[in-house]
Structure formats: structure tokens, C-alpha cells
């Protein structure tokens, strides 16, 4: 259930962080609503996770992975440009995650 829980942390965050960009689609007001929301949910989600499993790992896994997606849906959001060292970092940040939950035992089990 902990996956759940830190991928549902993850989204919102995800979506939080979105909406800080100000746009032409919502108003200010809707806007800071989803940020204000989503932020509220990660952290509450990302609580759940702390329950069970250790904070730096939890914290790792989810910065990470959220890093992760807004830089590539900012790509398609909002015509962010990633150069070749942006993506060689992006996938440095994907190799840490990916080390600490498949390959380390201090790891998500």
C-alpha cells in the first residue's frame, strides 16, 4: 500500500508544482487552489509513506521522481527546452532513484 500512497505523493506534487507556472487557463485564484490542494495531499500521502519506511529513501524516491516529471512535462506544458547536460542530469537523477529502490537494501521493500 506504501507504493500507492508515494505515487499518489508524487502526483500532487507534480500537479502543484504545475500550477505554480503562472498560465492563461485558470485564474489566479483557481490556480493557487490546485497549488494550495495539491501540496496539502503530497504532504499528507507522503506522511502515510513516513509511517512505514525510512524518511531518506521516502524523500529521495519522491523529489526524485517529481523532479523528474515536471522537467519532462514542462517540455510539453510549456515549451521547455532541455540541453544534453539536462537530460544526462535527469538521468542521473532516474539512475539514484532507481539504485536506491531496486539495488539497495535500505531501499523501498
Given at each position: 500500500?506504501?507504493y ?25 485564484a483557481?490556480?493557487?487552489?490546485i497549488v ?8 499528507t500521502f ?6 512505514t519506511l ?8 519522491w523529489?526524485?521522481?517529481g523532479?523528474?516529471l ?10 521547455q527546452?532541455?540541453?544534453l547536460a ?10 539514484g532513484?532507481?539504485?536506491l529502490?531496486l ?7
Amino acid at each position: 500500500m506504501h507504493y500507492v500512497y508515494l505515487i499518489a505523493a508524487i502526483l500532487f506534487e507534480t500537479t502543484a508544482t504545475l500550477s505554480l507556472k503562472p498560465n492563461n487557463f485558470w485564474s489566479p485564484a483557481v490556480q493557487t487552489s490546485i497549488v494550495v490542494v495539491g501540496y496539502g495531499l503530497s504532504f499528507t500521502f507522503l506522511y502515510l509513506v513516513l509511517k512505514t519506511l525510512p524518511i531518506g529513501i521516502v524523500y529521495a524516491t519522491w523529489s526524485g521522481v517529481g523532479i523528474t516529471l515536471v522537467a519532462v512535462l514542462g517540455i510539453f506544458l510549456f515549451g521547455q527546452k532541455l540541453d544534453l547536460a539536462a537530460w544526462i542530469g535527469i538521468g542521473l537523477i532516474i539512475a539514484g532513484v532507481l539504485v536506491l529502490n531496486l539495488v539497495s537494501k535500505s531501499g523501498i521493500q
